[in-house]
């Protein structure tokens, strides 16, 4: 039995896009998600995390400073873990494979090591979308409450969907932390948690023609005590 309902097609719907038009979206319009985002369940109801959301010269000025720390050689700073280390065989499989699909779809040969480095370095770009988003927490935090912020997270990429906007997580902000840190002039106790891509999907564009596969049911759930 697979859900058919009006929230099952959207989170169906709802999947990471890397080629944006240049059309802006309004202020109100990204209020609206943000807002959205918040109504996530949250213990205790901390409401942890926050979001800085950049367009125009504000965005670009954080795109040019990321870019002369990685045309200067600056060693990346994560200031929190994001993959497991060492990173378990099956995991580095689906990782590779993500990898690999949106680097076929790109026309970028698996050996090509410089056309990898040059779509890689399009995270620190916001993949050219008209709005790029800060995610930050508070480093006293504890670690329920990345999971909480982790809810807001799906929550508006889900609004976003909902709206007919595309949208991407950007992980790799997280590794020149640092930088976004001195870049925004953000509050000392602030991590850099991630970034996120909004705007409008370029359906033309090659990236946005890969599909990840997800796992099936039967190697991450268990069912126990039910009839049938």
């Known amino acids: 039995m697979t859900g058919t309902g009006p929230f099952a097609t959207l989170a169906a719907a709802r999947r990471s896009v890397r080629g944006f038009r240049p059309d802006p979206v309004p202020r109100a319009v990204v209020e609206h998600l943000l807002e959205t985002a918040r109504t996530a369940p949250s213990g205790a109801n901390l409401q942890p995390g926050k979001f800085i959301a950049l367009t125009g010269a504000p965005l670009r000025t954080l795109i040019d400073d990321l870019a002369a720390a990685i045309d200067t050689n600056r060693p990346g700073v994560k200031q929190y873990s994001y993959f497991p280390d060492p990173m378990p065989p ?7 494979a993500a990898g690999f699909a949106l680097y076929a779809a790109l026309g970028i040969d698996r050996r090509d090591l410089d056309g990898r480095r040059a779509q890689f370095r399009q995270n620190y770009r916001f993949f050219d979308a008209p709005v790029g988003i800060v ?5 006293r935090m504890g670690a ?27 992980g790799a902000l997280a590794t020149y932390g640092d930088v976004v840190h001195q870049s925004l002039a953000l509050p000392p106790d602030d991590l850099v948690i991630c970034g996120l891509a909004l705007g409008h999907e370029d359906t033309a564009h090659p990236a946005n023609k890969t599909r990840t596969d997800r796992a099936p049911l039967a190697e991450y759930a268990e069912f126990r005590g039910f009839a049938s």
């Open 90 to 96: 099956h995991l580095k499989a689906r990782q590779r």
């Open 135 to 139: 995610v930050t927490i508070d480093r």
């Open 144 to 170: 329920g409450c990345y999971l909480d912020l982790g809810m807001a997270l799906q929550t508006f990429l889900l609004a976003a969907t909902d709206a007919g906007l595309a949208a991407c997580g950007i």
